[in-house]
């Protein structure tokens, strides 16, 4: 069964960094581009926004502009789990993010909260 498992969240002043963690199961991690998204407060789930995606074999990674050059996404094959270094963080980050193959399994995890306030 396809499992997502979402850690590393919490309160972060702005300017701050933290560091996500996302262990996957049920499928065969390698053979897949995995993607970080995020779901801001008041938004539908529908409205999740893609953050960043590392290619199958972590040469190739792609970020959404208001992200790009702040985050950092990486993955471990050997462990099945996939990483999101974020940086500068601004208010406009707050948000449950979640992790996902980049074309997403119908399966979610429960994400992990984001808030930047000062």
């Known amino acids: 069964q396809v499992q997502f498992v979402e850690s590393g969240g919490g309160l972060v002043q702005p300017g701050g960094s933290l560091r996500l963690s996302c262990a996957a199961f049920?499928?065969?991690?390698?053979?897949?581009?995995m993607s970080w998204y995020r779901q801001a407060p008041e938004k539908e789930r529908e409205e999740r926004e893609l953050v960043a995606t590392i290619y199958a074999s972590a040469r190739m990674t792609r970020y959404a502009d208001s992200v790009k050059g702040r985050f950092t996404i990486s993955r471990d094959n050997a462990k099945n789990t996939v990483y999101l270094q974020m940086n500068s963080l601004e208010s406009e980050d707050t948000a449950v993010y979640y992790c996902?193959?980049?074309?997403?399994?119908?399966?979610w995890g429960q994400g992990t909260q984001v808030t930047v306030s000062s």
């Open positions: 049920g499928f065969t991690f390698n053979a897949h581009a």
């Open positions: 996902n193959t980049f074309t997403p399994f119908s399966m």
